[in-house]
């Protein structure tokens, strides 16, 4: 009788260690598709945010109307940063480039002084573009603007194809790993199918027969959860240990967003299997039972 005990225990806890680990890779996978997603996100507020609004100023502004417009200018809900360029600073950085002094043989500074303007993500698009160009404009200091265009249009067009390719995968993602967590948790509980048919015999609700089933399934869950946001957590280290610059994409707030998505997941996954697959063996007879 100790035997089969054993033997029945030991067959437990291979089932639940299987059903861990298939959870686990499983959650990886949706951690990894939620993760690239919030990195897109990142990834295009960092690049918008890095295209530059050149505001040249007209030779008669002097460097104390400059500061002024600039300090105007950087309280407008669409700056984010604001350089000044004054026309020596220009020059120098012309020449450095060029390898020549212009003014030596046009007997002035060609260059104006600018306004280098770092848009905030929200406004960085052609049409917000189109009335913060106006309203630049009006000021009698600022002789033209420039920016470029057609790079802001598609910077937004390929975001925009990544974003929808991320969104697609984690959808058929969601849907594969639901699959696959159902399969294996339909599995355990195959098992277990005349233990629930004899509780189920002798008056047990249905309440009472699935509840060991659900904190079994919720426990695997928070484990594999645990596991899969430790597998993501030593990912993005090497990431960041060996291309540093990535901490510009791949936050804490990512990380921690992910890690509570993959433990939700893997909580609410695991949970809507085991009542599903409970409730199924509930409803078969005797007779259903031995015929799957």
């Known amino acids: 009788m100790s035997k089969k005990k054993r033997k029945s225990t030991g067959r437990r806890g291979m089932q639940a260690a299987t059903l861990c680990i298939s959870t686990t890779m499983v959650l990886v996978l949706l951690g990894l598709v939620v993760f690239f997603v919030l990195s897109a996100r990142n990834l295009s507020r960092h690049m918008k945010e890095n295209l530059t609004v050149t505001v ?35 020059q120098r950085e012309q020449i ?31 049409d917000s573009l189109k009335w913060i160009s106006r309203e630049i404009r009006r000021d009698a200091r600022v002789a033209d603007i420039s920016y470029m265009e057609d790079l802001m249009d598609k910077v937004n067009v390929n975001l925009s194809r990544i974003s929808v390719i991320l969104l697609v995968l984690a959808a058929l993602l969601t849907f594969v790993s639901f699959s696959l967590i159902s399969n294996t948790v339909r599995l355990s509980i195959y098992a277990r199918r005349f233990v629930i048919h004899t509780m189920k015999l002798v008056g047990a609700s249905w309440a009472f027969i699935r509840r060991p089933f659900l904190k079994q399934a919720v426990g695997v869950g928070v484990t594999a959860a645990v596991f899969a ?3 993501l957590g030593l990912c993005a280290y090497g990431l960041l240990t060996h291309q540093p610059q990535a901490e510009i994409v791949v936050t804490w707030e990512v990380m921690a967003i992910t890690a509570v998505m993959v433990l939700l997941f893997g909580i609410i996954i695991t949970f809507v299997c085991a009542w599903l697959s409970v409730n199924k063996f509930l409803r078969m007879t005797a007779g259903e039972l031995y015929k799957i």
């Open 56 to 90: 040249m100023l007209k030779d008669s502004v002097t460097t104390n109307d400059a500061h002024l417009l600039c300090r105007d200018l950087y309280h407008r809900p669409y700056s984010k940063n604001i350089d000044y360029i004054s026309k020596e600073q220009a």
């Open 229 to 231: 946001n430790a597998i």
């Open 96 to 126: 450095k480039e060029l390898g020549s002094d212009p003014t030596e043989f046009l007997d002035f500074n060609p260059f104006p002084a600018t306004l280098e303007i770092q848009l905030r993500s929200d406004y960085a698009n052609r």
